[in-house]
């Protein structure tokens, strides 16, 4: 329809409109229309045509829910009731958090400085505190969190952030044996996801600044490649917070798909029925963190290319027990996930997980240059001269690099490989365990790596969680919607499983009796906080529990004053 059509069938419509030579006007409508049409026809079209008319509408009466409770929550008395119900919970927390050395209280910079010896004193004073609190980690008793822990490996790591403790990447030309080993980093992961001879990276602090990359580069790609300027992410239910994060940090609208039943990977319809030409970005992850399961990337990649959209594998937790399975265990996964996998443009895997690598490195990997070249911050124009940055930070500790570089050259393939078969046969002896002997669990998913997840319809697993933790001072990790718990295997936890079976039992036995003896529930600070969560009217309160408990993290004597003037 030519536009001269077009207005002559808007003068036709009855009532509103009147007809105008002003140009003005007619722009006026136009715009209007257009508006209209691209900011809420065609998303609300989207939306229905992706999630289907009843869950649109279920998403429309939670928002309202979720929307009014935070009015209910100004009526004075229930905003005094719910404030009493966040200070308890305050206190609590400062009782398990808030554990302090009796040695050591600084909240201003001492006037005089300590010397060397007093200085040692006081970090191993902290180093020890409250030991029954702390948690077991040596033990291997906690999922996920220290991934390797062997003490010749501690000491070389050490060593190496002791050389290179001053060192900056901001400076390759002061540090130039660090701006050789960080792109020795890269390389060698990158061959590891079977990069093609285009394939380039960075490294950076953690999973999620991977994963904040990706979307980034993604959504610059889509803004100047396209002219997207609502650019939308769109990701299966169970991929990383940090993609929550990207979508928050950057503007970018975040549309969930739905997981299969049956297996927890990604609907892949589902996917489909999601894209739109808004879409910036596909992810999928190998393995996700919930439930340890493997999306279907080959057909994600198969719609990333028939869209013209990038894909993004979230490896961060697969890490290298991932890209080592085959040669741990002597067979293919059934999934490709890495760079053969066509339409597969970029992955982020985390050195600093199944890399056995110090905390605060990983790498995000692309397939070309072209798509990285969008991650990166320049500015010619800075009084403060040319500048260019290749990831979110400005500044970064060289002293990181180099201890990935010195764990990945000192444990070799081989050396990778026997970790790692032994964190996958103990995933597995953990997996038939819960499958086969624990009737009152299941098991979620096929998961073939690292973590192992279960559910179950007899018992409250966060009650169990609690137990596990209280009387055992086991630390699974808690998962909602459905409620689950997972271990991440580490080599750690290898040592201990066959303890952790016997402990589930154990509390699993008495997580039944309590339900048949009706009535004498176990308390469990867990479950009820879930339980809180998970019911639409009262969230809004789980989110302040949440900041409450981030900012107990920073309290010190002076907040205190503060709180009780
Ligand atoms: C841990 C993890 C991340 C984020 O990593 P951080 O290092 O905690 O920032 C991302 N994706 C998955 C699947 C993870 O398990
Ligand atoms: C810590 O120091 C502050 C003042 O700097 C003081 O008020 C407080 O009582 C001290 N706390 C302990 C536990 O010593
Ligand atoms: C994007 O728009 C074009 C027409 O402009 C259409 O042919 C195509 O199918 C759309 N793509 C998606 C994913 O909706």
Same mark, same amino acid.
């Given at each position: 329809?030519?536009?001269?059509?077009?207005?002559?069938?808007?003068?036709?419509?009855?009532? $509103?409109?009147?007809?105008?030579?002003?140009?003005?006007?007619?722009?006026?409508?136009?715009?209007?229309?257009?508006?209209?049409?691209?900011?809420?026809?065609?998303?609300?079209?989207?939306?229905?045509?992706? #999630?289907?008319?009843?869950?649109?509408?279920?998403?429309?009466?939670?928002?309202?829910?979720?929307? =009014?409770?935070?009015?209910?929550?100004?009526?004075?008395?229930?905003?005094?009731?719910?404030?009493?119900?966040?200070?308890?919970?305050?206190?609590?927390?400062?009782?398990?958090?808030? &554990?302090?050395?009796?040695?050591?209280?600084?909240?201003?910079?001492?006037?005089?400085?300590?010397?060397?010896?007093?200085?040692?004193?006081?970090?191993?004073?902290?180093?020890?505190?409250?030991?029954?609190?702390?948690?077991?980690?040596?033990?291997?008793?906690?999922?996920?969190?220290?991934?390797?822990?062997?003490?010749?490996?501690?000491?070389?790591?050490?060593?190496?952030?002791?050389?290179?403790?001053?060192?900056?990447?901001?400076?390759?030309? +002061?540090?130039?044996?660090?701006?050789?080993?960080?792109?020795?980093?890269?390389?060698?992961?990158?061959?590891?996801?079977?990069?093609?001879?285009?394939?380039?990276?960075?490294?950076?602090?953690?999973?999620?600044?991977?994963?904040?990359?990706?979307?980034?580069?993604?959504?610059?790609?889509?803004?100047?490649?396209?002219?997207?300027?609502?650019?939308?992410?769109?990701?299966?239910?169970?991929?990383?917070? +940090?993609?929550?994060?990207?979508?928050?940090?950057?503007?970018?609208?975040?549309?969930?798909?739905?997981?299969?039943?049956?297996?927890?990977?990604?609907?892949?319809?589902?996917?489909?029925?999601?894209?739109?030409?808004?879409? +910036?970005?596909?992810? =999928?992850?190998?393995?996700?963190?919930?439930?340890?399961?493997?999306?279907?990337?080959?057909?994600?990649?198969?719609?990333?290319?028939? #869209?013209?959209?990038?894909?993004?594998?979230?490896?961060?937790?697969?890490?290298?027990?991932?890209?080592?399975?085959?040669?741990?265990?002597?067979?293919?996964?059934?999934?490709?996930?890495?760079?053969?996998?066509? =339409?597969?443009?970029?992955?982020?895997?985390?050195?600093?997980?199944?890399?056995?690598?110090?905390?605060?490195?990983? &790498?995000?990997?692309?397939?070309?240059?072209?798509?990285?070249?969008?991650?990166?911050?320049?500015?010619?124009?800075?009084?403060?001269?040319?500048?260019?940055?290749?990831?979110?930070?400005?500044?970064?500790?060289?002293?990181?690099?180099?201890?990935?570089?010195? $764990?990945?050259?000192?444990?070799?393939?081989?050396?990778?490989?026997?970790?790692?078969?032994?964190?996958?046969?103990?995933?597995?002896?953990?997996?038939?365990?819960?499958?086969?002997?624990?009737?009152?669990?299941?098991?979620?998913?096929?998961?073939?790596?690292?973590?192992?997840?279960?559910?179950?319809?007899?018992?409250?697993?966060?009650?169990?969680?609690?137990?596990?933790?209280?009387?055992?001072?086991?630390?699974?990790?808690?998962?909602?919607?459905?409620?689950?718990?997972?271990?991440?295997?580490?080599?750690? $936890?290898?040592?201990?499983?066959?303890?952790?079976?016997?402990?589930?039992?154990?509390?699993?036995?008495?997580?039944? +009796?309590?339900?048949?003896?009706?009535?004498?529930?176990?308390?469990?600070?867990?479950?009820?906080?879930?339980?809180?969560?998970?019911?639409?009217?009262?969230?809004?309160?789980?989110?302040?529990?949440?900041?409450?408990?981030?900012?107990?993290?920073?309290?010190?004597?002076?907040?205190?004053?503060?709180?009780?003037?």
């Amino acid at each position: 329809m030519s536009f001269d059509n077009l207005f002559n069938s808007i003068t036709e419509w009855p009532g $509103t409109y009147y007809y105008t030579t002003c140009w003005f006007e007619k722009l006026k409508d136009l715009l209007l229309i257009y508006t209209v049409l691209n900011y809420l026809i065609l998303p609300l079209f989207h939306l229905i045509y992706g #999630y289907g008319l009843f869950r649109t509408i279920q998403f429309g009466y939670n928002f309202l829910i979720k929307k =009014g409770s935070i009015l209910l929550f100004m009526i004075p008395s229930i905003k005094e009731k719910v404030n009493k119900e966040i200070n308890d919970a305050r206190i609590t927390l400062e009782k398990d958090i808030l &554990i302090k050395s009796k040695n050591v209280n600084h909240s201003t910079i001492p006037l005089k400085g300590f010397s060397i010896d007093q200085v040692l004193n006081q970090l191993n004073d902290l180093d020890n505190l409250d030991s029954n609190h702390a948690i077991a980690w040596k033990d291997g008793k906690v999922s996920g969190a220290v991934y390797h822990g062997g003490d010749e490996l501690i000491n070389l790591q050490t060593e190496a952030i002791h050389k290179f403790a001053v060192s900056n990447q901001l400076h390759p030309d +002061a540090f130039p044996g660090v701006r050789q080993m960080e792109s020795e980093v890269v390389s060698m992961v990158l061959n590891l996801f079977n990069a093609p001879i285009t394939g380039c990276g960075t490294t950076s602090s953690g999973g999620t600044e991977s994963l904040l990359l990706a979307c980034l580069a993604a959504r610059e790609k889509a803004r100047i490649e396209k002219g997207i300027v609502c650019p939308e992410i769109v990701a299966p239910k169970s991929i990383h917070a +940090a993609v929550f994060k990207a979508s928050k940090y950057f503007g970018m609208n975040l549309k969930l798909a739905d997981l299969n039943p049956d297996t927890f990977t990604v609907d892949i319809n589902h996917v489909k029925r999601l894209i739109t030409n808004n879409t +910036a970005i596909i992810l =999928g992850s190998a393995p996700n963190f919930p439930y340890g399961t493997i999306d279907n990337i080959p057909e994600l990649s198969k719609l990333a290319i028939k #869209y013209n959209i990038p894909l993004h594998v979230d490896c961060c937790l697969g890490s290298f027990v991932i890209a080592y399975y085959e040669k741990a265990m002597g067979k293919k996964l059934p999934i490709d996930f890495d760079f053969r996998v066509p =339409g597969v443009t970029s992955i982020s895997c985390d050195t600093h997980k199944y890399g056995f690598a110090p905390k605060g490195s990983s &790498i995000i990997m692309y397939r070309s240059p072209e798509l990285r070249k969008y991650q990166y911050y320049i500015s010619s124009d800075w009084v403060g001269g040319l500048y260019g940055s290749p990831t979110l930070a400005g500044s970064r500790p060289g002293a990181l690099t180099v201890g990935a570089w010195a $764990t990945m050259i000192y444990l070799g393939e081989n050396g990778y490989i026997k970790e790692i078969k032994s964190i996958l046969e103990t995933a597995q002896i953990l997996r038939h365990t819960v499958e086969n002997e624990i009737p009152e669990l299941d098991l979620i998913g096929d998961p073939l790596l690292s973590v192992i997840s279960f559910k179950s319809d007899v018992i409250n697993v966060h009650v169990l969680g609690d137990l596990l933790s209280k009387e055992y001072g086991w630390h699974l990790s808690s998962l909602q919607k459905p409620a689950a718990l997972h271990l991440a295997v580490t080599r750690l $936890t290898s040592k201990a499983i066959f303890e952790l079976i016997g402990d589930l039992k154990n509390c699993i036995k008495e997580c039944v +009796a309590a339900v048949k003896a009706d009535g004498k529930a176990i308390k469990s600070d867990t479950a009820q906080l879930y339980g809180v969560a998970g019911s639409l009217s009262t969230s809004g309160v789980v989110d302040q529990l949440v900041g409450c408990f981030l900012d107990v993290l920073y309290q010190n004597e002076k907040s205190n004053e503060l709180m009780n003037e």
